[in-house]
C-alpha cells in the first residue's frame, strides 16, 4: 500500500500489504506539527490521484510525449525521484500486474504499458556510479526477467545516499562472485519477481557463496515482488545465511 501525506501530498513510503498497489492517506511530520501550532492546512489528497490517474492513462495509450511532460509536472509539484517511481509508477505497474492476471487487459497492453514505465525512468536525470565498497549489490534471482524492479531500487536506494548497483539482466555465476570480489558490498540483494525463482535462487546464493569464500565476505538479502506478494514463505528452505525482506531497512 502506498502512503502520501493528505495535506502537502509528501510521498510517505509504503506499507504492508506491499503487493496491494491502493493508495492510503495519512499525515506527514510537518503538516502534523504546523496542525498541532493550530496553523491552518488545507487537506488535499485529489492532486496526487489525479496525477497518477494521468500517469496510468498515458501509459496505458503508450503516449510517448505525455511521458517527459509528466515527469516535469511531477517535479515541478515537489515530487521527488522516490516518490514519482515508488509512488506512482510502481503501484501503476502492480495493477497492470492484477488487470492482466484476471484478464483485463491483454499481454499487448501490459507491454505497452511496461514500455511507458521504461522509458520513464530512463528520462530520470542521470546518476553517477556508485563507489566502492558498495553498501549493496543487487543481481536478478535464477529466471527472473523482471528487470525493473532491481533498477528502481537501486535508483531509490541511491537517491537516499547508499552506493547500490544493480546488474540487469541475469548474469552467470562466475561473472557474479567477480563482482561481488571486486565492488565488496556490504550485502549482495537478489531479485526475485516470480514465486517459483526463491528455491533455485537460494540455491544459487548457497553457490555463489562458496564462490567468493577466501576472497569477500558479504551478507544476503533476497527481496522483489515475489517476497513481497507471498502468503506464506514457511515452506521455502530457510538458509541462515540470507534474510528476507520486504524493505530497505536491513540498510540502516
Ligand atoms: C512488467 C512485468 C513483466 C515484464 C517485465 C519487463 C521488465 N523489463 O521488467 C515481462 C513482460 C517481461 C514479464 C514477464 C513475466 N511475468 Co511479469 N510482471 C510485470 C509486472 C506487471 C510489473 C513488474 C514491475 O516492474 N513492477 C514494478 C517494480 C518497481 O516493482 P518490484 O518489482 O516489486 O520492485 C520493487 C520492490 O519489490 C523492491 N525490489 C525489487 N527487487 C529487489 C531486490 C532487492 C535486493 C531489494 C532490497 C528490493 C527489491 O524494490 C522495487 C522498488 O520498490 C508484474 C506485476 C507486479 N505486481 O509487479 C508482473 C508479474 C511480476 N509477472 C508475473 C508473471 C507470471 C510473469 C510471467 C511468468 C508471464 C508469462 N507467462 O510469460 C513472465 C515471467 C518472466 C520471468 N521468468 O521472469 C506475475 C508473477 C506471479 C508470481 N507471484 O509468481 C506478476 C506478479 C503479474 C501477476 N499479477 O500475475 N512481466
Ligand atoms: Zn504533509
Known sequence: MIRWCMYCQKFLGEMAPYADASVSHGMCASCDARLERGEEVHAETESVRALLRRVVERAASGDDAACEQLFAEAQKTGLAIESF????????????????????????????????????????????RAADPLDLLIVQGVDNTHTLGPRFAARVLSERGFAVEAIVPTLPLDEIAAVVVARKPRFVGLSCAILDSLPPTLRLIEELDQRIAGKWQTRYVLSGFAVRSAENLANLPSLPIVQLTTDFEFLS
Open 85 to 128: 517511481l515508488v509512488g506512482m509508477l510502481q503501484p501503476a505497474l502492480y495493477q497492470v500486474g492484477c488487470a492482466w492476471q484476471n484478464g483485463s487487459l491483454t499481454v499487448v497492453d501490459e507491454h505497452r504499458f511496461t514500455l511507458w514505465c521504461e522509458r520513464a525512468f530512463a528520462i530520470l536525470p542521470p546518476r553517477k
